[in-house]
């Protein structure tokens, strides 16, 4: 083991950035294997993205909700969707996985930044270490290979925080404060981030702060003016209304759109395992108690403990965090390292991170492929009502148009509905383990026979009742 981690240190003191390159392209790759492999989607916060893309390039039928900016899908992806119809491509479920592109391309840079800025924080052998193990955690992997969009905050935040470490002029931070405000489009959670900016630029420069922080506090302002206010004003018709409706559903309703609400305010400290690999926690101390208390409050605690203190918690909110963690790890392996008799065990820890790392890359399975698959069949038929249980797990009107009447029946499907509405259903769709015998007696009672069934793709399998 040791001769292999000796012959990788001569080579990357010759051509680190070619490594890392390398390494960026071939996860890259994965993650767009993983794609076209598991189309599906996972929460339905995914399919906004490519809803509202499509609306915007080709006329599809959704109504936005109303909490969200609609800066990244209008911008980012809809330009793509619109271009590859024009040239031709008309397959829905072709466009869907292009509009992916954006952020399978978006988190092969973000490898690549993960290393510059581990190079100008720490050196070469730590970034390469941070960039490496990023490339093999199991969030830019999953949520990499998906619609979700903080994959663009923390292009953002990375790119602003290595602004901020290469000089200390005012534009140098102002446009770092430009990139915090557009990563809060993403979600606007990410504006904690913005803080941890101020925090890392009173360390950079103390003697040039009065020029700095304003510029940094300003770019930040502006930025927020324009990506959210005005393009809310466009969008929405009211300035910053997407924010005023996210402030009120999450702070006055205590709402979400998810099946478990409330998580403890421990839920991310008891889930340190699937954002940190355990091996890297000797690392990453050491690495605190030498130099990297401040960065790692600004980046990770402060982060942390604020969404702590917010009512619905899910891993995928701390994707910015996880590059940081990986950075001051990857930098206590280092010093670690330095320490002849510790080479051993420090090495293993490190190989160890990598499996540890990739532990839940099997959520791409859980994605909603067998109900895309039953939509594009239902498609296909060409039917005039459509009945879904879960109906975002299907992709909404993605695949199955603007003409068809859709109705979500519930989860667990209401059998009551479905016979209120089976007379004018020409199909419908539900899991396959809610199809029991009281929902195929309501199904046969108005016609609809037991077609097919989907599994084994990805997601819980899907049954579809047609009207021949």
């Known amino acids: ?7 990788i240190s001569a080579i990357r003191s010759e051509h680190p950035l070619r490594i890392v390159a390398a390494v960026a392209m071939a996860s890259s790759l994965v993650r767009a294997w993983l794609a076209h492999r598991y189309y599906g989607f996972q929460t339905g916060d995914d399919l906004e993205i490519a809803e509202e893309a499509f609306r915007r390039a080709m006329g599809l039928v959704h109504s936005p909700w109303n909490v969200r900016s609609l800066l990244i899908p209008d911008v980012l992806v809809a330009p793509l969707v619109y271009l590859s119809h024009a040239i031709g491509i008309v397959d829905s479920l072709t466009l869907a996985e292009i509009a992916r592109y954006p952020f399978i391309v978006l988190s092969g840079v973000n490898i690549l930044l993960v290393f510059v800025l581990g190079r100008r924080w720490y050196g070469d052998s730590a970034a390469i270490i941070a960039s490496g193990l990023y490339a093999m955690n199991w969030m830019p992997l999953v949520y990499g290979s998906s619609l979700y969009p903080r994959t663009v905050a923390v292009t953002c935040i990375l790119t602003a925080a290595t602004i901020l470490t290469d000089g200390n002029s005012a534009k140098r931070a102002f446009l770092a404060g430009l990139l915090a405000a557009l990563a809060v489009t993403a979600r606007y959670s990410e504006a904690i981030y913005f803080i941890s900016l101020l925090l890392l630029q ?39 209304g997407s924010l005023i409706e996210f402030a009120e559903l999450t702070f006055v309703r205590g709402d979400a759109s998810s099946a478990v609400a409330v998580q403890p305010a421990w839920w991310y400290l008891s889930n340190l395992p699937h954002w940190l690999p355990l091996s890297l926690l000797p690392g990453f101390i050491i690495a605190v108690r030498s130099t990297e208390l401040r960065r790692a409050v600004a980046f990770i605690a402060l982060p942390v403990l604020t969404l702590s203190a917010i009512f619905h918690k899910e891993l995928r909110y701390l994707q910015v965090v996880v590059p940081f963690v990986l950075l001051i790890a990857a930098h206590g392996f280092v010093i670690w390292w330095r320490q002849a008799n510790q080479r051993r065990l420090a090495a293993l820890l490190l190989v160890l991170a990598v499996p540890l790392g990739l532990t839940r890359v099997g959520e791409v399975a859980r994605r909603s ?6 939509a594009l069949w239902i498609a296909s038929r060409q039917p005039s009502t459509v009945a879904l249980s879960q109906a975002w797990a299907y992709g909404g009107r993605l695949f199955l148009g603007n003409a068809v009447a859709i109705t979500d029946v519930g989860l667990p499907p209401d059998p009551g509905l479905i016979r209120r509405m089976g007379p004018t259903l020409s199909a419908l769709a539900v899991y396959s383990d809610d199809a029991d015998d009281l929902l195929k007696a ?26 021949p």
């Open 1 to 7: 083991m040791l001769r292999i981690i000796n012959r």
């Open 202 to 240: 009173r360390r950079q420069d103390r003697s040039a702060q009065h020029r700095t922080l304003p510029a940094l506090a300003g770019g930040f302002l502006i930025g927020i003016a324009v990506t959210v206010g005005l393009y809310d004003r466009v969008t929405w018709g009211r300035w910053f």
């Open 442 to 467: 309501a199904c046969a009672g108005n016609g609809l026979s037991e077609a097919t069934t989907f599994r084994h793709r990805g997601g819980r399998g899907v049954t579809v009742f047609f009207r």
């Open 369 to 374: 492929t067998s109900a895309v698959d039953a």
